[in-house]
């Protein structure tokens, strides 16, 4: 019953802070918060109490029926990857609540509503392994989330906010017809409906409905995640949502993507993945480069990010579909400090922001004068985000190069190329903003103990990470061996 | 007629006597509120006879009108629909000064008609039902005889029906020099008839026929009266024709050309299929430009019956299911949808204009989030009613691999959700100059208006969260179709 009650947890306590904030914002804020920390103390303890026992292949599970008739289940499950992922949920949505104490102004109740939606859809997302109930929650993120952008966005917040929804709900609705012609042809395999993970996971395919039925859940992880050529909802989500906002999209939505593709195009499609691994690795790598070379040519804090996300995520692309454990291992580790790295640097961004009232990184400069520890922070998260060894986007970068050397080469010599690209925008972004003369003469109040605390936090873990990634990779291992294996048995066999 | 067929006949009598009794009330005194509670009672006591009548079930009455668990499950739908056009009716009438009480009469008669065509076995039964909810509707759409929109919708209403039923009437007379029968019955076998080639004059009036049904379900290409009859009637008069002036229809339709087994093929397949991609990519993409909401829910209605006729096509054990689920889905959300409308509309004006719900989220949460609701359900967001109709469309399509329908459904409806996010844009953007929403926000909410947005909200999430029950009802009352 615990898996229910995290999501319950997160809509009662947004509808609570809604119809709190009409007395006083405070304490809407002050339900938000302790909302998602209870979710966050509940996974810390499935985290702990797991420890010492053997794996089994789910942590917790719950299964009610629902649909009968077409055998849909309310099944929510969670091994390593899903906590993982679950975990950097609530640990960003502390950090988004408290992001956002001081900037939401306007409407705060209904603010908190959505956010606490959102996480409640991530938080579905990440346990559901009824597909239905799958595609139900990747549905109910969007509605909340477009309303975070649209309302509490910035200047061209309606143009951002639509076209996010506009490609998401196509991309989904095409993921929606792969699942039901799944159901549809395990029915006429079997006699049975069902929209159970595991049992779809034996259906047999003939080549071409898998490669077609493969390419419906790609679109939808693709555009999420996002690869190449479906990403350019991102700049404009992620520059013109709030700060809670951009934390979100980076540091939890893109995640879904990467998760929905470890977690279901892998192991229910293994023929036709031999034949588009291959492919996908090299938009991977194209997405590595591409974010990289135009988020150095940015001048906007915020959509500088944006791009280095496109970066980040290639790397995540290439490790999943480099067919080996070590890739996909540090393409998980990634993905957990991408979302704490970014997170940061969308917080810094709104903190520079609030302060500046501007992102161009061109009125900027010479900010370490005025704001030392402020920019000290800034340096720290931009060096995590070109992958200095010792914060943990190093790990996973590394790890995912490693797995992809072996059994691609020469796509890991070109996803290295990205590094250094890398290298030329988080020395630009630290450079311009922070060093220097001040030659706008900036008088700004330095960091107040709560943002002391939210960016401490995320500093924290990023070392962590860095330094001693072992617990990470220790909980997520069985999961993604579960998946892999399926994936990849063959292969696994040859080498 | 036997005891046995009276009783079954009962929810159609218990209609038709109360408008007679209703014409009855009006000739002696004019009262509005009795006019509403009459009628009322009346639909409901229709509405309670449904298990009587069912219990002597399935039963063909005298040639014309067959009564089977189908009939009644597509009765109580629009009986239930028209309850809802009665309630918004009250307050909407209320504002406007106008002669109130013949508008009851006119919807009880044209609920009559759909009610007969639902039940309709038989080629006079058809028309006869057909002439009876056009000719109330007539009468209906130019309700409101002091607004020149009104009257110019209600004139064009009365020249495309008239001919389409006179294409109708053609399309029967083909079929019956051919076949020497009047049965409806004949049209599953027309288009079922794998293989072998129908007659010409069979093909001819069948698609004669088709003609006529596709002009009242407003598919394309018979759509063009839609967007200026839905923007010129009265509002709780759009809702009628959206719901149980179609309701009605479909329901014949689906009854007669739901193909057994297989899905639709052959020459009326190809029809079908045609209309049905042209709906849904037309009415979705004439909707982006709208800037009346009364328009825009009309061009996406195009879109709606579209995607219903891809169940129809798809056919199989799942498509007269899927079929019905989604048109009680369409039904519950578009009556809210018109609903919200009628709530928020003045004495003198109706909000139909999108400036009319520019930030309405601030002032009047409830309603817009009423309002949000109907719309999501529309875009068929999950956890809405709207969502499950959709994925048991997609499921039927896929069971029959209709491929090439199923995706210009997802494609047009991401299309439509473009115009679903704009009212939302609109109605969650910064509140307006103060002119309109002093206006607006004034307005008291009627109360028979509220209670019956409230029970449609809450029947939205009903049947987007618990389908089972409502499920198994359907699959019971379609099993017997064919």
């Known amino acids: 019953m615990i898996l229910p009650s995290l999501i319950m947890t997160l809509i009662v306590g947004g509808i609570a802070s809604w119809i709190v904030a009409r007395r006083s914002p405070d304490a809407a804020r002050w339900i938000a918060l302790v909302s998602v920390m209870v979710d966050l103390a509940m996974c810390l303890g499935i985290w702990i109490m797991q420890a010492g026992r053997t794996p089994e292949r789910w942590l917790v599970e719950c299964n009610f029926s629902w649909i009968p008739q077409f055998g849909i289940r309310f099944h929510l499950a969670i091994d390593g990857l899903s ?24 409407k705060v109740g209904f603010f908190h509503f959505n956010l606490l939606w959102v996480l409640a859809g991530i938080t579905g997302v990440f346990m559901a392994v009824d597909l239905f109930v799958f595609y139900l929650f990747w549905e109910l993120m969007l509605v909340p989330m477009y309303f975070l952008i649209g309302i509490w966005g910035h200047e061209r917040r309606i143009y951002a906010a ?22 549809v042809f395990h029915h006429q395999s079997t006699g049975v409906y069902t929209f ?29 995640l996002p690869a190449f050529p479906f990403h350019t909802w991102l700049p404009d989500a992620h520059t013109e949502a709030p700060t809670a906002g951009s934390v979100v999209l980076a540091g939890l939505l893109l995640k879904t993507g990467a998760y929905g593709l470890i977690r279901f195009v892998l192991p229910l499609f293994p023929g036709p993945l031999r034949e588009l691994a291959p492919l996908m690795m090299t938009v991977g790598v194209i997405g590595i480069l591409y974010g990289a070379v135009l988020a150095v040519g940015q001048t906007d804090l915020k959509r500088l990010v944006a791009y280095t996300s496109v970066s980040h995520m290639g790397f995540v692309l290439l490790g999943i579909f480099a067919g080996n454990q070590i890739a996909l291992e540090g393409a998980v580790v990634q993905m957990v400090s991408h979302g704490i790295s970014t997170g940061a640097l969308f917080i810094l961004a709104g903190l520079l922001q609030e302060r500046l009232h501007t992102r161009e990184l061109s009125q900027m400069g010479g900010l370490w004068e005025t704001m030392p520890a402020l920019s000290g922070a ?18 996973g970068e590394f790890l995912v190069l490693l797995g992809t050397y072996r059994s691609n080469a020469r796509l890991a010599i070109f996803a290295t190329l990205g590094l250094l690209a890398a290298t030329l925008y988080g020395l630009r972004f630290a450079q311009g903003a922070f060093q220097g003369p001040n030659r706008h003469h900036w008088k700004l109040p330095d960091m107040r103990p709560r943002e002391w605390a939210v960016l401490g936090l995320m500093m924290i873990c990023l070392v962590w990470i860095g330094l001693y990634p072992h617990p990470v990779l220790h909980t997520i ?19 | ?116 065509l639902a039940a309709s076995s038989n080629f006079a039964s058809f028309f006869l039902g057909l002439e009876l909810l056009s000719v109330s509707l007539y009468a209906l759409i130019a309700y409101i005889r002091t607004e020149r929109v009104a009257i110019e919708a209600g004139i064009k209403y009365l020249v495309l029906a008239a001919s389409s039923s006179a294409v109708l009437l053609f399309g029967f007379a083909l079929i019956y020099s051919e076949s020497g029968s009047m049965k409806l019955s004949q049209f599953t076998a027309i288009t079922s008839s794998t293989g072998q080639t129908s007659s010409v004059l069979l093909l001819t009036g069948l698609m004669l026929t088709l003609t006529g049904i596709g002009f009242k379900l407003a598919v394309v ?92 096509i798809a056919g199989g054990t799942l498509g007269a299911p899927a079929a019905t689920y989604y048109l009680m889905a369409y039904l519950v959300t578009i009556l809210g949808a018109f609903g919200t409308m009628t709530t928020l509309s003045g004495s003198r004006w109706e909000a139909s204009s999108l400036d009319s719900y520019r930030g309405l989220f601030w002032h009047r949460p409830l309603v817009a989030a009423a309002f949000t609701t109907m719309l999501l359900s529309l875009a068929g967001i999950p956890l809405t009613a709207g969502f499950l109709g959709k994925f048991y469309v997609l499921t039927s399509g896929a069971a029959q691999s209709r491929w090439v329908l199923l995706l210009t459904l997802v494609v047009s409806s991401t299309i439509g959700l473009f115009y679903y996010l704009r009212i939302l844009v609109v109605m969650y953007g910064r509140p307006a100059e103060p002119v309109t929403i002093a206006d607006a926000g004034t307005l008291p909410l009627p109360l028979p208006a509220t209670l019956a947005l409230a029970v449609l909200t809450g029947l939205v999430f009903l049947l987007g969260l618990y389908p089972t029950p409502l499920w198994n009802v359907i699959v019971e009352a379609t099993r017997g179709l064919g």
Do not use: C
């Open chain 2, 1 to 116: 007629m036997s005891h046995a067929d009276f009783v079954a006949l009962f929810p159609l009598m218990i209609v038709s006597a109360t408008a007679v009794l209703l014409m009855l009330s009006i000739a002696i005194r004019r009262n509005h509120r009795t006019a509403a509670v009459i009628s009322l009672i009346g639909v409901a006591a229709a509405l309670g006879s449904l298990p009587f009548a069912s219990s002597v079930a399935p039963r063909q009455v005298t040639g014309f009108l067959i009564l089977d668990s189908y009939s009644f499950l597509y009765m109580a739908i629009l009986l239930i629909a028209s309850v809802f056009v009665f309630l918004f009716g009250y307050d909407y009438l209320n504002r406007r000064q106008e002669h109130r009480e013949e508008f009851y009469l006119l919807v009880l008669l044209a609920t009559t008609g759909a009610m007969v």
């Open chain 1, 83 to 106: 906590l993982t992922l679950l975990l950097l949920t609530y640990f960003l949505g502390v950090m988004a609540v408290l992001s956002s104490w001081s900037e939401i102004r306007e």
């Open chain 1, 162 to 183: 639509t076209k996010f929804f506009l490609f998401t709900q196509l991309s989904g609705l095409l993921m929606l017809i792969a699942i039901v012609a799944l159901a």
């Open chain 1, 378 to 395: 800034g340096l720290v998260f931009a060096m995590a985000s070109l992958g200095l060894p010792g914060l943990g986007d190093f790990v």
């Open chain 1, 477 to 495: 291992r069985p999961g993604l061996a579960a998946a892999q294996q399926i994936a990849f048995s063959q292969e696994m066999v040859r080498r």
């Open chain 2, 221 to 312: 290409p018979f759509h063009l009266w839609t967007p200026d009859v839905y923007e010129g009637a009265p509002l709780p008069v759009t809702a009628f024709i959206a719901t149980v002036s179609k309701g009605g229809m479909f329901a014949l339709l689906l009854r007669w050309f739901h193909p057994q087994g297989e899905g639709l093929a052959g020459a009326s397949g190809l029809v079908l299929s045609i209309i049905a991609i042209a709906s849904m990519l037309t009415g979705n993409l004439l909707a982006l430009r709208q800037t009346n909401v009364k328009r825009i829910l009309a061009y996406s209605s195009i879109a709606h019956m579209g995607y219903l006729l891809v169940a129809l």
């Open chain 1, 196 to 224: 159970d993970y595991q049992q779809l996971l034996h259906t047999s395919l003939s080549p071409r409905a898998a490669r077609l039925l493969m390419i419906g859940f790609l679109v939808a992880f693709a555009v999420k």
